[in-house]
């Protein structure tokens, strides 16, 4: 017992002097940048697979900020769809300049696509956005601001799952806002471990120059964290700190699809060799198993009740403590109110799934994720 009591506080400490640090960075002030009014340096790069229910509101939204912001491409990558999102991409690009629709004939995946769009294109900057997703109000103008004359190799963009009045959508929303407030603070720290593709922006030249090195151009998934952690050692990645770049998503519609995409998300990892990530996941994982073993062995009366309460206590305000503050930066509604419902739920959450990853390799959309 005194052997945990130990590891327990010691463990507890150092997350809680982690999670305070992400707060201190996620405490300062948003960035704005000097406007410009063209995006003709940019290209949008959608890939898509039977994503009909989606793209609808996509295109209307893109559409809208085209017209404020006008000049950038947009290339479509058609990946074997089945249902009407080739008629709709058909029809978008017949009335808008710039836009071409590209099909993935010998290739799958969203890797892939990309991959074959930029070949497809030679602006200096590409964004990769996802066929589900809804940028907000000026995105494209305030994407167009950030990327004119500057010389990162990678943006990191703010993505918001939600929003949602389920209990799986909430779960998502706010675990997602804690998996944002980690993604800025390493990024800020110059450690950056994550990014998601579904709003990512890069330019062309840094990703040809590390193209042929990548080992992991056959796994289907990853298309974000693979280019991540290829241009880490070139030491030029930021983050925006700017709420005007964010893009929403629906979040998934139910626990399976949830378990699918997660396992997906987390089993792409293991093929990513940086210390800065394994660490950061290491801590998480240990912090809400070691808390999951607590709190069984205090029902039981093995453990000090005040111990429990205390690190219990703890745990709850610091993560609430970044989730609202990141919540409210993106300007997410009642995220205090279900991170209390749901507080008891994330540790098992949080532990279960980096262990199932391990053992089940899931598909998605109809196939494996390494082909």
Request: some cysteine; overall charge positive; proline content about 5%.
């Amino acid at each position: 017992m005194t052997v945990l009591l130990i590891t327990t506080t010691w463990l507890f400490t150092l997350y809680a002097l982690w999670v305070m640090k992400m707060i201190s960075l996620w405490s300062r002030p948003s960035e704005t940048p000097t406007p410009i009014h063209s995006s003709s340096h940019l290209s949008l790069i959608i890939p898509y697979r039977n994503e009909a229910q989606h793209l609808p509101n996509l295109l209307a939204a893109l559409s809208i900020q085209l017209k404020q912001t006008p000049g950038a491409a947009l290339l479509f990558v058609d990946d074997h769809s089945t249902d009407e999102s080739n008629k709709l991409i058909q029809a978008f690009a017949a009335t808008h300049a710039n836009s071409v629709m590209l099909s993935q004939r010998e290739s799958h995946g969203k890797k892939q696509g990309i991959d074959l769009a930029i070949s497809s294109t030679k602006t200096p900057w590409i964004i990769t956005l996802d066929a589900d997703v809804i940028p907000c109000d000026g995105w494209l103008s305030r994407i167009a601001s950030w990327t004119h004359e500057n010389a990162s190799d990678l943006l990191i963009l703010p993505l918001h799952i939600g929003p949602s009045n389920s209990i799986v959508g909430r779960l998502q929303e706010v675990e997602f806002a804690s998996v944002m407030g980690v993604t800025a603070g390493m990024a800020l720290l110059k450690r950056p471990i994550l990014c998601n593709g579904a709003n990512m922006c890069f330019q062309r030249e840094a990703y040809l120059r590390v193209r042929d090195e990548r080992a992991d151009m056959h796994i289907t998934s990853g298309d974000d964290l693979f280019l991540l952690h290829a241009l880490i050692p070139h030491q030029n990645i930021a983050w925006v700190h700017d709420p005007q770049v964010r893009v929403s998503t629906a979040p998934q519609s139910s626990w399976s699809t949830l378990v699918a995409q997660r396992l997906r998300w987390m089993g792409k990892t293991s093929s990513i060799s940086n210390r800065n990530l394994t660490a950061t996941a290491w801590l998480t994982f240990l912090t809400n198993g070691v808390w999951i073993v607590c709190a069984f062995l205090t029902l039981f009366n093995r453990f000090p009740f005040a111990f429990f309460a205390g690190i219990s206590i703890l745990k709850i305000v610091l993560d609430g403590w970044l989730i609202v503050k990141v919540g409210r930066w993106m300007c997410i509604k009642r995220l205090k109110r279900f991170y209390l419902a749901l507080v008891f739920l994330y540790p098992f959450y949080a532990t279960l799934f980096p262990l199932i990853s391990q053992l089940v390799k899931p598909t998605w959309k109809g196939r494996p994720t390494t082909i």
